[in-house]
């Protein structure tokens, strides 16, 4: 990580708000908000990351200069996320009260009107991540909540902040909204797989491709799974012992989980390694012969980014949000849900090892140039000033 400083702006307390919690276990708006925070501190910022119990280990206080606010949840698939917004919320008025308020994710940005009411002199900023309302785990209540909270994150705060162009585009065309496009990052990777770590998952480098992600059904792990087995029995030569690892695990999403074992029972090459993170994460991005990225919805998965600055090729759905990072010859598209059309996509970079090598090398170049992390945090950093919108907008990635 660079020694990133930033003195053209006055210091400033920030709270951070709506994630899981800091430092980052599960990737996602937690890696986003734990490589933000970060630079933040390092320019000088004060940053308070609000951590829901379950999420970060008691006694954690501080993590990389972000002071960690450890509060409870409801813990279940509805009540999480909303129940500690709003403890946050008022806990940051009552007792923090931040220069900046920053909310991550239209669920909790319904709650953004507080600190619009009880914190008037504060400056509210969204960031929009995802249209997480299309998602398949979510009832029809929290859909219906999930599409209010859409507007509220482009109404009651002072700023928006969306992580694509497609969600640029998207808020304009549904709600006429002016936002901010300020990408997710990646932090620059080298290094080789630890064959000691990937061991005890059954996995040697460069024996597997790898799917990273949550295990709800949007993300595709069944069209996967589908794919690999489809490749490897019309290809048993070219296979021969490589493996897929499904890296992840539910998210109150037990049910598809057990579906997903149920298509993998009897076959040996498909492994599903669980939650990981750290080391561990590391070395299983690093030793992957490529990643897959069957999803049909998103905001601009940083997975993607990540496995980008591992210098992998990523097979991804054509869906806008993908294609924005994979498109051209940052990555091998296929046809969104489309399970023949993967396997023939897989089956081309296996049997090509130079092939997804050269697609990894010229992926990692770019993601390092565009998205990279020192650049999103100054932009952010001039979101949170109190500079007038038409000066943000320009220092907006266009």
Not at 209 to 236: F, Q
Request: glycine share 8%; proline share 6%; with cysteine.
């Amino acid at each position: 990580m660079s020694g990133y400083v930033n003195d053209s702006l006055p210091p400033m307390k920030i709270a951070i708000i709506g994630q899981k919690g800091v430092p980052n276990i599960f990737g996602g708006v937690e890696a986003h908000v734990t490589e933000l925070a970060t630079r933040l501190v390092r320019a000088g910022h004060t940053v308070y990351g609000y951590s829901r119990n379950w999420y970060t280990p008691k006694g954690t206080r501080m993590f990389n200069g972000i002071r960690i606010v450890r509060l409870p949840s409801i813990r279940t698939k509805n009540l999480d996320a909303i129940t500690h917004t709003f403890i946050s919320a008022i806990h940051a008025v009552l007792f923090v009260r931040p220069d900046v308020y920053h909310f991550h994710g239209v669920g909790p940005a319904l709650l953004s009107f507080i600190p619009r009411i009880f914190a008037p002199f504060a400056k509210v900023v969204v960031t929009f991540h995802c249209v997480d309302a299309t998602h398949e785990k979510w009832g029809k209540f929290a859909q219906f909540m999930l599409a209010a909270g859409e507007r509220a994150a482009v109404t009651f705060p002072h700023e928006t902040i969306v992580v694509s162009r497609v969600l640029k585009a998207y808020t304009k065309e549904k709600y006429g909204a002016k936002v901010t496009y300020i990408p997710n990052g990646i932090t620059p990777r080298r290094g080789a797989a630890d064959p000691i770590l990937l061991e005890p998952l059954k996995l040697e480098p460069n024996g597997y491709i790898a799917m990273v992600s949550r295990l709800v059904r949007h993300k595709g792990a069944h069209t996967l799974i589908t794919a690999w087995k489809k490749a490897k029995a019309e290809n048993a030569k070219v296979f021969g012992d490589l493996k897929l690892a499904i890296i992840g695990g539910s998210a109150f999403t037990d049910d598809y989980v057990k579906e997903l074992h149920a298509m993998a029972e009897g076959d040996d090459s498909i492994v599903f390694t669980g939650f990981q993170n750290g080391e561990a994460l590391e070395s299983l991005f690093m030793g992957a012969r490529f990643i897959a990225h069957p999803s049909v919805s998103e905001g601009l998965p940083i997975c993607i980014l990540e496995a980008m600055s591992y210098g992998k090729a990523v097979v991804g759905s054509d869906i806008p949000e993908i294609l924005e990072v994979i498109e051209g010859d940052h990555g091998v598209p296929f046809k969104a849900g489309d399970a023949s059309e993967l396997a023939v996509k897989i089956t081309e970079l296996v049997a090509d090892p130079m092939l997804s090598a050269s697609i990894g090398h010229v992926a990692r170049e770019y993601v390092e140039t565009d998205y990279n992390w020192d650049d999103i945090a100054v932009k952010t950093e001039h979101v949170y000033s109190p500079v007038p919108v038409t000066v943000n907008a320009k220092l907006a990635i266009e």
